[in-house]
Protein backbone atom coordinates (compact mmCIF):
# COMPACT_ATOMS: atom_id res chain seq x y z
CA UNK A 1 0.00 0.00 0.00
CA UNK A 2 1.32 2.97 -0.81
CA UNK A 3 1.18 6.45 0.84
CA UNK A 4 -1.40 7.77 -2.15
CA UNK A 5 -3.94 5.20 -0.97
CA UNK A 6 -4.28 5.96 2.55
CA UNK A 7 -4.65 9.54 1.19
CA UNK A 8 -7.79 9.20 -1.00
CA UNK A 9 -10.96 10.05 0.61
CA UNK A 10 -13.36 7.19 2.13
CA UNK A 11 -16.49 6.73 -0.36
CA UNK A 12 -18.62 5.05 1.70
CA UNK A 13 -21.99 5.87 2.17
CA UNK A 14 -22.06 5.66 6.35
CA UNK A 15 -25.49 6.81 6.59
CA UNK A 16 -26.90 4.75 4.37
CA UNK A 17 -24.86 1.88 6.17
CA UNK A 18 -26.27 3.08 9.40
CA UNK A 19 -30.22 2.87 8.11
CA UNK A 20 -29.76 -0.68 7.04
CA UNK A 21 -30.66 -3.49 9.14
CA UNK A 22 -28.35 -6.55 9.43
CA UNK A 23 -30.69 -8.43 6.89
CA UNK A 24 -30.35 -6.10 3.90
CA UNK A 25 -25.83 -6.54 4.75
CA UNK A 26 -24.39 -8.62 2.26
CA UNK A 27 -22.12 -11.14 4.10
CA UNK A 28 -21.07 -13.11 1.12
CA UNK A 29 -17.41 -12.11 0.96
CA UNK A 30 -16.92 -12.88 4.93
CA UNK A 31 -15.87 -16.66 5.54
CA UNK A 32 -17.87 -18.51 7.91
CA UNK A 33 -16.18 -18.88 11.66
CA UNK A 34 -17.07 -22.11 12.03
CA UNK A 35 -15.04 -25.01 14.42
CA UNK A 36 -12.57 -25.36 11.75
CA UNK A 37 -11.52 -21.51 12.33
CA UNK A 38 -12.00 -21.48 16.02
CA UNK A 39 -10.21 -24.72 16.00
CA UNK A 40 -7.02 -23.14 14.34
CA UNK A 41 -7.47 -19.51 15.91
CA UNK A 42 -4.94 -18.14 18.43
CA UNK A 43 -5.55 -15.11 20.46
CA UNK A 44 -2.91 -11.99 20.05
CA UNK A 45 -2.93 -9.67 23.25
CA UNK A 46 -0.28 -6.96 22.01
CA UNK A 47 3.04 -6.97 24.09
CA UNK A 48 2.07 -3.33 26.39
CA UNK A 49 -1.77 -4.65 27.81
CA UNK A 50 -0.43 -8.30 28.57
CA UNK A 51 0.78 -7.08 31.87
CA UNK A 52 -3.07 -6.54 32.77
CA UNK A 53 -3.45 -10.75 32.76
CA UNK A 54 -1.67 -11.08 35.95
CA UNK A 55 -3.31 -14.32 38.49
CA UNK A 56 -3.39 -12.84 41.84
CA UNK A 57 -4.35 -14.90 44.94
CA UNK A 58 -7.88 -12.84 46.27
CA UNK A 59 -6.59 -12.23 49.68
CA UNK A 60 -3.42 -10.50 47.90
CA UNK A 61 -5.74 -8.60 45.26
CA UNK A 62 -7.97 -7.39 48.59
CA UNK A 63 -4.81 -6.57 51.03
CA UNK A 64 -3.52 -4.03 47.95
CA UNK A 65 -6.88 -2.24 47.25
CA UNK A 66 -6.99 -1.90 50.97
CA UNK A 67 -3.14 0.70 50.71
CA UNK A 68 -4.58 2.63 47.77
CA UNK A 69 -7.20 3.30 45.26
CA UNK A 70 -4.85 2.87 42.40
CA UNK A 71 -3.51 -0.80 44.08
CA UNK A 72 -2.40 -1.50 40.53
CA UNK A 73 0.08 0.87 39.91
CA UNK A 74 1.24 0.36 43.77
CA UNK A 75 1.56 -3.20 42.46
CA UNK A 76 3.72 -2.50 39.40
CA UNK A 77 5.87 -0.43 41.37
CA UNK A 78 6.56 -3.01 43.74
CA UNK A 79 7.69 -5.46 41.00
CA UNK A 80 9.63 -2.57 39.46
CA UNK A 81 11.26 -2.28 42.83
CA UNK A 82 12.03 -5.90 43.43
CA UNK A 83 13.90 -5.88 39.86
CA UNK A 84 15.90 -3.25 40.37
CA UNK A 85 16.82 -4.67 44.09
CA UNK A 86 17.89 -8.22 42.31
CA UNK A 87 19.53 -6.46 39.68
CA UNK A 88 21.67 -4.86 42.11
CA UNK A 89 21.92 -8.54 43.44
CA UNK A 90 22.95 -9.93 40.79
CA UNK A 91 26.02 -7.36 40.17
Not at 7 to 29: G, N, Q
Not at 55 to 69: A, E, I, Y
Amino acid sequence: MSSEDTMKPLESDWDRLARMTDEEIDYSDIPPLNEEFFSRAKVFIPADKRANFVQLDPDVVVWFQSQNREYQKLINLILRKYIEIQEEVAK
